[in-house]
């Protein structure tokens, strides 16, 4: 199995902030990279598709970048809504793996 | 938008067989893939397996001698079966759509909890 590394693990910010997820590949799985925000008590919620397709009405202040074994996504001017818990997942192979997830809080 | 909706047992005893179905209202449900993915606070999110509009599937090898999946076009609903279950099946299951062309998982159901407790 792929194994998916994201880091960190948690994360406080500020509304306004810039800041960046990373998750890296256990191996190459070229851009076969999706990127999911999901609320408690929620389903999660497909924000990127195929490392940096930006899905239809997800604000463009996230964006997806990376290839081979290394991504990142970036919420260039962090809002409200946007704490939340975030995960990335390959689809590159079966079966699909994703990381342990990223909870971003309030400062 | 399309809308998924899981039902079944919330709660399974040891040993035996959890069994769920997700409903797809309105279709089509013959032209994408549809996976099963559980969450638990254990273990995160896990892909459980993927079935075809033909019914071809693809299970994750950790549940595979465990699992069976279904499809059913005429009825839009898609099914899951997992045999001998423990405590550690306890989990929030979803059902959820592929999107075109990426594998990415685009429409999931809201979620349905199942406790495996006797």
């Known amino acids: 199995d792929i194994q998916m590394t994201q880091s960190p693990s948690s994360l406080s910010a500020s509304v306004g902030d810039r800041v960046t997820i990373t998750c890296r590949a256990s191996?190459?799985?070229?851009?076969?990279i999706n990127w999911y925000q999901q609320k408690p008590g929620k389903a999660p919620k497909l924000l990127i598709s195929v490392a940096s397709i930006l899905q239809s009405g997800v604000p463009s202040r996230f964006s997806g970048s990376g290839s081979g074994t290394d991504f990142s996504l970036t919420i260039s001017t962090l809002q409200p809504e946007d704490f939340a818990t975030y995960y990335c997942q390959q689809s590159y192979s079966t079966p699909y793996t994703f990381g342990q997830g990223t909870k971003l809080e309030i400062k | 938008q399309v809308q998924l909706q899981e039902s079944g047992p919330g709660l399974v005893k040891p040993s035996e067989t959890l069994s769920l179905t997700c409903t797809v209202p309105g279709g089509p449900i013959s032209s994408y893939y549809w996976s099963w993915i559980r969450q638990s606070a254990g273990k995160g999110l896990e892909w459980i397996g993927r079935?075809?509009?033909?019914?071809?599937?693809n299970y994750n090898p950790s549940l595979n001698s465990r699992l069976t999946m279904s499809v059913d076009t005429s009825k839009n609903h898609f099914s899951l079966k997992l045999s001998s279950v423990t405590a550690a099946d306890t989990a929030v299951y979803y059902c959820?759509?592929?999107?075109?062309?990426?594998?990415?998982?685009?429409?999931w159901g809201p979620g349905t909890m199942v406790t495996v407790s006797s």
């Open positions: 959820v759509r592929h999107a075109a062309g990426s594998d990415a998982f685009d429409i």
């Open positions: 191996q190459s799985i070229s851009t076969f």
């Open positions: 079935v075809n509009p033909s019914g071809s599937t």
